[in-house]
């Protein structure tokens, strides 16, 4: 779709415009599936920070921005006990 409103622009700026967002779009859409492949669910057994489940989980205390940026969490130190979309190693 975004192709054919392409091929009907005369103004180059609106072009361009079009095109960068086209770029963008597609940049976003492949990093949303990136993340949606490589997912699981796991549910903590305690409420626990975000530091602890990702050293527990993956041996790495430093990926607790994997199990943040995934989930609507109130606070990266009290992670509540219910299911999470966390990375598959």
């Known amino acids: ?5 392409q091929l009907r622009i005369r103004d180059d700026v609106l072009f361009q415009q079009i095109s960068v967002m086209r770029t ?10 990136a993340q949606v492949e490589r997912t699981a669910l796991r549910t903590p057994d305690d409420v ?7 050293a527990a989980w993956y041996d790495d205390a430093g ?9 609507p969490v109130p606070h990266p130190g009290f992670i509540p006990v219910e299911p999470l979309r966390v990375p598959v190693r």
């Open 1 to 5: 779709a975004i192709d054919q409103e």
């Open 63 to 71: 990926r607790e921005s994997d199990i943040l940026t995934r989930n």
């Open 48 to 54: 626990l920070p975000a530091l602890v489940l990702a």
């Open 24 to 33: 963008d779009l597609n940049r976003d859409i492949s990093a949303r599936l």
